[in-house]
């Protein structure tokens, strides 16, 4: 949401107040710092290994009594997180126009990704303007009954903020070896605790072990489903960098840096191509069909030799791998969010 805000403040034709839930302090803090953003108001609801029903009272209860306070004749939230379900409830309680940034991602499969599929149908269904990055996005959102001027396709704005931060280097606060291929490593989604995450860490040591030409670095999520896994099986290996979770200008540059990337996000999907790297995601469906049919990014689950396989074979062939990193994205050009601030002027419903 950072360029969409950005863009609503230059225009100088909105008052523009953001909220922050701290659904993700951590990750929350260090992005607004890094684009400039104050929020005018926190409700700091994150508490450790939070259970989501606890999560969604406490988010629906404080953007409610927001709303109230503030009387907005729209609100605009980003993707799929809890935030944005209960953002999209709470302006449906309260009759108050919602917007959806990055709506109409589907896989069609409510349990991957879980919850994130049902926060964002429940959006989309919710939502008076839907912002799809795709033309796929929308058809998805007609599909489902969304009525067609409802609809915008503009791209997705996490290629707006890639751009950005692409331009500058960060420190990334650890030492990598400099002759060594980086693998950039990221797992956080609720579907892979357990057996899946046990399986991806294992894949990642088997990998280091055999490959001695490669360097893995993982920012480890501070939930302890992924922590406890990632210590117990990685702690040890001189191949394995585990680190702390990146900031957002660090981890863009250590995108940047990665020969190939592990992961299990949705945005990194879409990050990664723009900056030419090759993307083996870590989940067995995807809302983001346009980056697999592109051929710069592959599905590959979370099955230990199947990781194993894929990159041993992106290393074996350098065709191959040339293939996979071409630099483009289906996702955007960098200027979604001024598309969305246009539609926004001429939207003629406001209240």
């Known amino acids: 949401m950072a360029p969409v805000v ?50 969604t009272s406490r988010l629906l209860t404080g953007l409610d009594a927001c709303l109230g306070r503030h009387q907005p004749a729209l609100v605009l939230a980003q993707g799929d997180t809890t935030t944005v379900m209960a953002a999209a409830l709470a302006s ?31 959006a989309g269904r919710l939502a008076t303007l839907n912002f799809a990055p795709t033309q796929s996005a929308r058809d998805n959102l007609l599909r489902e009954g969304v009525l067609t001027e409802r609809i915008h396709i503009t791209g997705n704005t996490v290629i707006d903020a890639l751009h950005m931060m692409a331009e500058r280097d960060f420190p990334l606060g650890v030492e990598l070896p400099a002759k060594q291929r980086l693998v950039l490593v990221t797992a956080h989604r609720r579907e892979n605790f ?3 995450m046990l399986a991806v860490c294992k894949a990642v040591g088997e990998l280091a072990q055999r490959r001695p030409n ?35 200008g660090p981890f863009v540059t250590a995108m940047k840096r990665a020969w190939l990337i592990l992961t299990d996000s949705g945005g990194v999907q879409e990050e990664a191509p723009a900056l030419g790297k090759p993307v083996l995601v870590l989940r067995n469906e995807t809302e983001r069909p346009e980056a697999v049919q592109e051929g710069v990014v592959e599905l590959v689950g979370t099955e230990r030799r199947r990781i194993v396989g894929r990159v041993a074979a992106l290393l074996d062939d350098e065709a191959a791998y040339r293939r996979m990193a071409k630099g483009s994205s289906p996702y955007g ?9 246009e539609h926004l002027a001429q939207w003629d419903d406001w209240r």
């Open 194 to 196: 357990g057996a899946p």
């Open 214 to 248: 490669l360097h893995f670095l993982f920012p480890v999520h501070r939930n302890p489903n992924v922590r406890k896994v990632a210590q117990r099986i990685l702690g040890a290996e001189p191949q394995v960098t585990l680190c702390e979770p990146l900031d957002y």
């Open 92 to 122: 449906f309680y309260r009759k108050i126009p919602f917007g959806h940034v990055e709506a109409g991602l589907r896989t069609r499969n409510l349990d991957y990704p879980w919850p994130e599929e049902m926060n964002r149908v429940l």
């Open 333 to 341: 050009d960098g200027k979604a969010a001024q598309r969305i601030v």
């Open 6 to 55: 950005l863009a609503l403040r230059r225009s100088g034709n909105w008052d523009v107040k953001v909220l922050a839930t701290a659904q993700h302090r951590e990750m929350l803090d260090q992005t607004l710092r890094l684009f400039g953003i104050r929020p005018d108001a926190d409700l700091d609801v994150m508490q450790p290994n939070q259970a989501l029903a606890a999560l």
